[in-house]
Structures are given as C-alpha cells and as structure tokens.
T-cell receptor, first 112, second 114 residues
Framework: QKEVEQNSGPLSVPEGAIASLNCTYS??????FFWYRQYSGKSPELIMF????GDKEDGRFTAQLNKASQYVSLLIRDSQPSDSATYLC????????????FGAGTRLFVKA | DGGITQSPKYLFRKEGQNVTLSCEQN?????MYWYRQDPGQGLRLIYY???????QKGDIAEGYSVSREKKESFPLTVTSAQKNPTAFYLC?????????????FGPGTRLTVT
C-alpha cells in the first residue's frame, strides 16, 4: 500500500512565525511532489510543486525535498491568519500511468 | 479565463436515485480526474481519463460511472449501487506529458443523499 503520511494537527503558530508542515511517503519511485492549500468547504488549490532534492522558494513558501529520507516539507514564513487552512501533501508516481496519492492533510491555525 | 467548472455546487438526492455531476475544463488539459473527499480523509481517486473515449478505474470506482466524449468534459454518475454516496466530489485536470502534471481542481460538488 503506497502511503502519504501527514500529522493531522492542528498546528498552531502565532502571526509572523514560521509554520513547518511535514510529509513522508512510502514509495521510493515517487518523482513529483505537490502542496495544496484547502480552506474549509473549498477545493484544494495548488501552491507549490517540487521535483528535485533541495529547496524551492516561491514568495513566503519554501518546499523542501529529501528523497533519501522520503520526506517533503513546506515552510510558510511570516505566517498570516489568512494562511489558516488544511495543507495537503500529494505525491505522484511516475509509473507510466497516472497515480497521485494525497495525504489527509495538516490543519494549520495562525493566531493573530 | 481558464479553469475548471463543476455544477451544481450542492446536490440533494433521495436514496435509490442516480445523479450526474458535471465537470468542464477549458485549460486544454488531456487528463481529467474525479476524487471523493470525506471529512478528515485524504482525496480518494474514483476514475481518471487520459484521452477522449478512454478512462480507467481508480481506487473506489464501485457504484460510479463516467464518460469522456469530449476533451473538455468528464461527467460523473453516482449510481444507486454506491453504498455511501454523501461526500464532497472534486474534479481535476492536468497535462499528461512530462513532469509537470500537477493537477488543478474545480470548486467541487457537495452531494447529500438521504
């Protein structure tokens, strides 16, 4: 069973702090990694994707990938109350077909 | 304005009735997907389609059916055989080739069956 694991939270951080969201995956054949933000009652919105080991930065967001440890993380700098949402980690297996597995998500709460 | 539309936003049905959820995209994406989301759970894949007139079962296809007659459209029918159909249904699309097949989601349809 190929799995994507996330801590369900809630993760609570004060406004202006760095929020760190973590995700582990079980299949070493995974090649593409995505972070989605989902506000309550809404659909997931893609915020970051990363394919190579290392860091990828986009504004206040940084995705970090370590394939050897099968670990991907999302850092949110200068967290704002509007960042309060559930963050879904997704991992795509490049098997010649299409298989993206989603984690259950981590709830983030940013306190004003 | 490119995007994915789903209709209706909310749908209420009685047990035993089939219901069809609409999904349309104008992103020129080849691949389309249907997911189901239940409270506190991740997205579970129902069906996906890589090209017109072809589709494959996902992890939880029982009680569902789809068609892909046009590139832009991928409707999902929830049949009376689906044991627990009340859920949030999400349609997504992506390119098919290369590494960049990140999926983009429509706004979702919340189905309640009583």
């Amino acid at each position: 069973q190929k799995e994507v694991e996330q801590n369900s939270g809630p993760l609570s951080v004060p406004e202006g702090a760095i929020a760190s969201l973590n995700c582990t995956y079980s299949d070493r054949g995974s090649q593409s990694f995505f972070w989605y933000r989902q506000y309550s009652g809404k659909s997931p919105e893609l915020i970051m994707f990363i394919y190579s080991n290392g860091d990828k930065e986009d504004g206040r967001f940084t995705a970090q990938l370590n394939k050897a440890s099968q670990y991907v993380s999302l850092l949110i700098r200068d967290s704002q109350p509007s960042d309060s949402a559930t963050y879904l980690c997704a991992v795509a297996l490049n098997t010649g077909g299409f298989k993206t597995i989603f984690g259950a998500g981590t709830r983030l709460f940013v306190k004003a | 304005d490119g995007g994915i539309t789903q209709s209706p936003k909310y749908l209420f049905r009685k047990e035993g009735q089939n219901v069809t959820l609409s999904c349309e995209q104008n992103l020129n994406h080849d691949a389309m997907y249907w997911y189901r989301q239940d409270p506190g759970q991740g997205l579970r894949l129902i069906y996906y389609s890589q090209i017109v007139n072809d589709f494959q079962k996902g992890d939880i296809a029982e009680g569902y059916s789809v068609s892909r007659e046009k590139k832009e459209s991928f409707p999902l029918t929830v049949t009376s055989a689906q044991k627990n159909p009340t859920a949030f249904y999400l349609c997504a699309s992506s390119r098919t080739l290369g590494m960049g097949y990140e999926q983009y989601f429509g706004p979702g349809t919340r189905l309640t069956v009583t």
